[in-house]
């Protein structure tokens, strides 16, 4: 069975610090991973995806992720936090090695950046 | 190129009142899901379709929802008769099936619905 978990309710870090937002995931065979961003009153909006290859992935806005299989993990980082990146952050799954599945979300982890 | 599109963005009614959420999404995108997100819950994946056809519908929480997609270009979510836990917001997503399972989502920005 495919999960992800994001241990993190909520992260605080201070404007021009860099940030980490960590996820782990579980799927029985390759992982599609992807990391989504929402802001109030809006719906999900797509940041970056793994799919293969280069572990570290590089996305909108200066964010940036690292795929690691060992810890089966796939967090989320930026090297300077803006206020603006204050927003709600969602990782996802899928088994690449199961057609037809949909993405499994994880809870979400409210970032908060402060001035 | 136009989002998904969803539409009432908000929506509130009475009990026992029938709801229809209303859904276009992204011209040529395969893949249809309904989402609903809650405080308690998060993000849960009620239905979803493949051209057209509906795929896994596990996620739908009793008979009184109920999802359609006619055509390639429009879906419906349908709850009756609505009641206060149902509040909720409700999200439409697609995606493209060419290039397998490696395609992201695309949401649209909701519809908040409130039963009272």
């Known amino acids: 069975a495919q999960s992800v978990a994001q241990p993190e309710d909520q992260v605080n870090v201070a404007e021009g610090n860099p940030l980490t937002v960590k996820c782990t995931y579980s799927?029985?065979?390759?992982?599609?991973l992807f990391w989504y961003v929402q802001y109030p009153n809006r719906g999900l909006q797509f940041l970056l995806k793994y799919i293969t290859g280069d572990n570290l992935v590089k996305g909108s806005y200066g964010f940036e992720a690292e795929f690691n299989k060992s810890q089966t993990s796939f967090h989320l980082k930026k090297p300077s936090a803006l206020v603006s990146d204050s927003a709600l952050y969602f990782c996802?799954?899928?088994?690449?090695?199961?057609?037809?599945?949909?993405?499994?979300f994880g809870k979400g982890t409210t970032l908060s950046v402060s001035s | 190129d136009a989002g998904v599109i969803q539409s009432p963005r908000h929506e509130v009614t009475e009990m026992g009142q029938e709801v229809t959420l209303r859904c276009k999404p992204i011209s040529g995108h395969d893949y249809l899901f309904w989402y609903r997100q809650t405080m308690m819950r998060g993000l849960e994946l009620l239905i979803y379709?493949?051209?057209?056809?509906?795929?896994?519908d596990s996620g739908m929480p009793e008979d009184r929802f109920s999802a359609k997609m006619p055509n390639a270009s429009f879906s419906t979510l349908k709850i009756q008769p609505s009641e206060p836990r149902d509040s909720a917001v409700y999200f439409c997503?697609?995606?493209?099936?060419?290039?397998?399972?490696?395609?992201?989502?695309?949401f649209g920005d909701g519809t908040r619905l409130s039963i009272l």
């Open positions: 997503a697609s995606s493209l099936s060419r290039g397998g399972l490696r395609q992201p989502q695309h």
């Open positions: 799927v029985s065979g390759n992982p599609y």
């Open positions: 379709f493949n051209n057209n056809v509906p795929i896994d």
């Open positions: 996802a799954v899928r088994d690449a090695n199961q057609a037809g599945t949909a993405l499994i």
